[in-house]
């Protein structure tokens, strides 16, 4: 490996690596088991694979429309990317996390997010950087695209912890109406945890996608708005953070 495919390699792989150190020492009360967090990473890397295969169905069906234009980069950037990529990850994340022992604390959720989330941007990543060849793609996704997963993962993370101690109340409770309303709120968190980032990523997309006049300085401010959101969410569920 040649000393330029050494350095695009290390700027790909740094920033998902720096974003899952820190949230790793957000969580305060209780840190997850390695083995875990290893299989999140790897499952999320995994999760490429299915998304990139929604997309490119999505894709080729969205070709069959008669026109190109707002509506239908819209539509792509909702319906096929955003939904493709944060309904696998979430997909992971339910099926590796929900019945492990380790998830205790409604953080947890985050950190788990993050990791599935970290492990497909830093797939992603590597093969937008592999494809450009150049360390000026690596250092807008960077501060761009990198940022973004993991924010999306945040919002992803702080409602599957909510919906997990819900759904857990619920089977604790031994009063009926209570256990009915804790089920309720299991179900509302829940889609949240899925449709939020979908929202988020697919506004991303389309304001970064769309070419319209007014959807380059809107990008710009959104970026800001979502990390600085994201930043908060972790603060704010790390210092009030509660069990399961």
Known sequence: MGTLSQILLFAAVIPPAALLVYIYRQDKVEKEPPRLLLKLLLGGAVSVLPAAAWERLG?????????????????????????????????????????????????????YAVFVSMGFAAVENLLYVAGDGTLRTAALRAVTAIPGHAAFAVFMGFYYGCAKRYADAAA?????????????LHKKYQAQALWLPVILHGLYDFLLAARLPWTGGIFGGFVLILLAGAVRQVRTAGRHDVPV
């Not at 894709?59 to 319906?79: K, M």
């Not at 009063?175 to 804790?182: K, P, V």
Request: charged share 25%.
């Open 59 to 111: 894709s080729w069906l969205l070709a069959l429309l008669p026109a190109a234009g707002p509506v239908r980069t819209a539509v792509y950037c909702f319906a096929v990317v955003a939904l493709a990529e944060e309904g696998c990850k979430f997909l992971f994340l339910r099926r590796l996390s929900w019945q492990d022992a380790a998830f205790n604390y409604r953080f947890d959720g985050i950190v």
């Open 172 to 184: 604790r409770c031994r009063d009926a109406a209570l256990a009915e309303n804790c089920r309720r």
